[in-house]
């Protein structure tokens, strides 16, 4: 390719725009292709997310690209995020040996590596669940196990999860729905207590997840039903989680977790079909819907399910939070905001000290619908809409998780979108938010309310 066409490509993938690459590449007759041309048309692909047709670039010139280190690279990229793991560690390890130094190889590799143990776990386990299937096939669901301290039926619970137990017509039309039959376990345990918290809310595993080290967490088991939002098919239930959420459509979300979206238990259909028994997995969201294998049917994940006390870590939790708080680098975001906008005083200051008090109160850095957490809500809002006074609705959701939620060192980690666009509704029906010509801003008052409020809390602060 000539120079003019070469820098082109550059800046296009350095913009994103890798459409345009693939379809200025494929004007090129095939056979007037050359190796750097199919290699950027390859890489493009992969961008794409199109890595099967990424294979198929690389293929033609695997054999020029034996000795480059970057070839094998990308074509390990493309194994690996079609979750081939045993052939992106093969070719992967050979980018390695071609180039030791390539931190981005390495980091590639070590992630093959992790999921290619997890998969080859998951099928020694699959092998033992097989051996055992015929005791269990006869065996009445939970024989012998007391359920009398198994549920937690708080107010929330009740409110969130619990429904009346499901009738056989129910069942049949939620399994119609879904598309998959439910496990006997689970069609029992619902029958006698229709979804629900439990006390044990912890699972062991043998592998690290986004959660912790050596287990995982759920905030409570989904019924079988339609009413409750916190149901397999309500409106935050599995086609929610599966359509809105993008998680595989290989099974059922049955458990939701603390994360608020970003992580979630699921039966696997994909070793048994849409009528055998499922795994139980689990699936994060944050880092490329990962999946750890946690037990070989329903019934296992309930009996496993243990005390959070046994994985206690809320000090330590809560003291890395008000480090994190206290000292920790703001995103590049939210360090602009502060500087752009003149009107407070020591604004930084205040805005950890708010901070600080929400960790002291809830033992962890994350925000919901108390108090403080709406102030922080409306001292993102006036931050940001003063410093880009012509801020619509969606640039500003869009925009929301950079501030403060996927901050960085002064971050949460995460947060629930359906928060900040109902906190922000809320605000426009109470006519503290004006929207005018599509652009939206504090009310004068609002906008003045919000900074005095901000300074009454941290007077508050320093008088305690």
């Known amino acids: 390719m000539d120079k003019e066409r070469i820098a082109q490509l550059v800046q296009w993938h350095e913009d994103d725009e890798h459409q345009k690459i693939v379809d200025t590449l494929m004007e090129i007759s095939p ?8 290699s950027s048309l390859a890489r493009a692909y992969n961008n794409l997310g199109h890595y099967e047709e990424a294979l198929e670039q690389f293929a033609m010139i695997a054999e020029q690209g034996q000795d480059d280190p970057l070839w094998h690279f990308r074509v390990g990229y493309s194994y690996y995020y079609l979750n081939r793991y ?16 390539n931190e981005n190889t390495a980091m590639l590799l070590n992630f093959s590596q992790r999921k290619l143990r997890k998969e080859q776990l998951a099928a020694a386990r699959r092998v033992i669940k097989n051996s055992h299937n015929d005791s269990r096939t006869a065996a009445i669901p939970f024989e012998g196990m007391n359920f009398s301290e198994f549920w937690d039926d708080s107010d929330y619970a009740i409110r969130e999860y619990v429904s009346d137990p499901p009738t056989d017509e129910l069942i049949a039309s939620v399994e119609e729905e879904l598309g998959y039959k439910l496990p006997a376990s689970y069609i029992r345990l619902m029958k006698q ?3 629900g918290v439990p006390y044990n809310t912890c699972y062991p595993t043998e592998d690290a997840t986004s959660w912790a080290e050596d287990h995982i967490a759920i905030t409570g ?3 079988i039903g339609r009413e409750k939002s916190y149901s397999i098919c309500g ?4 086609p929610f989680m599966i359509e809105e959420w993008g998680y595989p459509d290989i099974g059922v979300v049955i458990c939701d977790c603390p994360s608020a979206g970003h992580d979630v238990v699921m039966l696997d259909y994909r070793n048994c079909g849409r009528d055998g028994e499922p795994e139980v997995i689990h699936v994060d969201q944050e880092d490329d819907y990962e999946i750890t294998f946690l037990a070989q049917d329903f019934e296992t994940f309930i009996r496993g399910l243990v005390s959070e006390e046994e994985y206690d870590t809320s000090q330590e939790d809560k003291e890395e939070d008000l480090r994190k708080v206290a000292v920790g680098k703001f995103s590049p975001l939210l360090a602009e905001l502060c ?5 407070v005083d020591q604004l930084e200051q205040k805005i950890r000290k708010v901070c600080t008090r929400i960790v002291e109160e809830k033992g962890h850095f994350s925000f919901h619908a108390d108090e403080l957490s709406i102030l922080m809500y409306d001292v993102q809002f006036w931050l940001y809409t003063r410093a880009y006074p012509n801020t619509g609705r969606q640039q500003y959701l869009d925009v929301y998780e950079t501030i403060i939620a996927f901050g ?3 971050g949460q980690g995460g947060y629930a979108p359906g928060w900040i666009s109902d906190w922000l509704d809320g605000r426009i029906r109470e006519g503290i938010i004006v929207q005018e010509n599509e652009v939206l801003r504090f009310t004068d008052q609002a906008h003045f309310e919000v900074i005095a409020r901000l300074e009454a809390e941290c007077a508050d602060a320093e008088l305690d």
């Not at 045993?86 to 130094?101: F, K, M, W």
């Not at 409106?235 to 599995?238: T, Y």
């Not at 500087?339 to 009107?343: A, D, F, H, I």
């Open 31 to 38: 056979e007037d292709r050359d190796y750097e041309a199919i």
């Open 86 to 101: 045993e052939e992106a560690v093969r070719v992967l390890g050979i980018a390695h040996d071609l180039d030791p130094d």
């Open 193 to 195: 207590h229709n979804g």
């Open 221 to 223: 088991i989904m019924g």
């Open 235 to 238: 409106d935050l239930g599995s």
């Open 339 to 343: 500087s752009r906008v003149p009107e």
């Open 408 to 410: 960085g060192e002064f």
